[in-house]
């Protein structure tokens, strides 16, 4: 079995981890499983080669032999699900922990979106010092919830899963914001993630591309 995903030639964050292949990588690793990479430029994505694999000429893709995926939630499940350590083996605790990579990116991550578009594409418009600290609140509102309901825990449901995996990575587009600091649980929570040595693994592959230092083995 060949995995190859694809990630950005030159990623926008410099390597900081934000680009949506690092969740991917995160996972293959959390599951032990080798892939390769293949980098693509913006003009390449959206090019009738990478558009048959990504309908919308986005990173990452997924290619395992004769299976095609794209959507980093569909990605991580599909891991999830062939490969043991990223869901619980009881049927309803394995649900829930999907429930949570659901909530990952349906319910947390658009207001998340939302701030990365007012400050960046937004920025400059007459309105934007009024929107953002609107955008703000709603993600206050999110985290404050989330936070109500990890409380004390490790992870969300009982052992870490592809839920935390998939909320860690949405989480973390927020340390530049300082919002994270407000909830210290959640920070903590962050922090967790990225000691996980697979985390580390996936971050340090993803900033040799930026760097040109691909660790060995790769
Ligand atoms: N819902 C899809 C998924 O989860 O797979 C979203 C995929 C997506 O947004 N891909 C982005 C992309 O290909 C890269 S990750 N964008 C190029 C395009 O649309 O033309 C998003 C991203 C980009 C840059 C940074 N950054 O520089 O900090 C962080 C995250």
Redesign the pocket.
């Known amino acids: 079995m060949t995995v190859t995903i694809t990630a950005?030639e030159r990623?926008?964050?410099g390597g900081?981890g934000?680009?949506?292949?690092t969740r991917v990588r995160w996972a293959l690793e959390e599951a032990g499983q080798h892939y390769e990479v293949r980098l693509v430029s913006?003009k390449a994505?959206?090019e009738p080669a990478h558009v048959a694999l990504h309908p919308?000429?986005?990173?990452?893709t997924y290619e395992e032999d004769d299976l095609a995926l794209?959507?980093?939630?569909a990605?991580v499940f599909h891991i999830a699900e062939r490969h043991a350590g990223l869901l619980p083996d009881d049927a309803n605790a394995r649900d829930r922990a999907i429930a949570w990579m659901f909530a990952a990116?349906n319910t947390v991550e658009p207001p998340i979106l939302d701030l990365v578009i007012a400050k960046i594409v937004e920025g400059d418009k007459p309105w934007a010092k009024d929107r953002l600290p609107l955008v703000m609140d709603r993600i206050r509102e999110r985290l404050k919830q989330l936070s109500a309901r990890l409380g004390d825990a490790e992870w969300l449901e009982g052992g870490f899963s592809a839920g935390d995996l998939m909320m860690v990575s949405v989480l973390l587009?927020l340390k530049p914001s300082g919002l994270l600091n407000e909830f210290p649980n959640l920070a903590a929570y962050v922090a967790r993630g990225e000691t996980r040595p697979a985390y580390k693994r996936a971050f340090d592959a993803q900033l040799a591309v930026f760097t040109g230092n691909p660790p060995p083995g790769r």
């Open positions: 950005f990623s926008p964050d900081a934000l680009a949506r292949d913006f994505m959206k919308f000429g986005q990173i990452p794209f959507e980093t939630g990605i990116v587009r």
